[in-house]
C-alpha cells in the first residue's frame, strides 16, 4: 500500500499567515520604493526637456519655449500632463499656429511641476546663447500638495536640483 503525503489544514493555515505578514510588511515598503521611482523619473524626464530646449536653442540659433498645455500653451504656472517645446518664432511664449512643435512630453497623473519665476510668466524660453529670457526661477515637483524636488535655472540657463526648503508650497 502508498503511503500519501500531503500537509494538513493546519499546516496550510500556518504558512499562509506566515505569508500574510511578511506582505504587510513589504507593500508599503514596495509603494514607498515606487513613489520614489516616479519622482526620480519625473525629475530626470524634466530635466532631459529642458536641455533639450536649450540645445535647441542653441543649435538652432532660435528661441525655444516650454510650457503646459496639449495644442497651446495652457494659462497656469502650474504644469500638468503635458509639456511642449517649440520653436518661438515672435517670442511671446505662446505656441502659435505658424510655430514648430519641437517635442511634446507626458507627465505622471498624479505629479505636477509648479512655475515660479520672477516675472510671473506661465513658460520658459531659452534665447539663442543657451540663456533664459530673464526668466529665471524654481520648477517645483508636487503631489498631493507635497513639494517633493525642485530644479532651479539660472539666467544663464543652467539648471540644478535641490529638495524643497521647508516653506515651500504648491499652489
Known sequence: ??????????ELLICLSISTIFLSVAIPSLQTTLQSNQKTQSVNQLLGTLQFA?????????TIGVCAGTDACSDTLTWRNHL????????????DLDEELLRTDNLPDDLAWHWSNFRDRNYLQFEQDGTTRALNGTLTLCRDGQPLKQIVINLAGRLRTQAPPANTQCI
Not at 500519501?4 to 489544514?9: D, G, K, P, R, V
Not at 536649450?54 to 532660435?62: E, Q
Not at 511642449?84 to 505656441?95: C, R, Y
Request: a positive charge.
Open 54 to 62: 536649450r540645445g535647441s536653442a542653441i543649435f538652432g540659433r532660435s
Open 84 to 95: 511642449l517645446v517649440f520653436a518661438d518664432a515672435n517670442q511671446n511664449g505662446q505656441l
Open 1 to 10: 500500500m502508498k503511503t500519501m503525503h500531503a500537509f494538513s489544514l493546519l
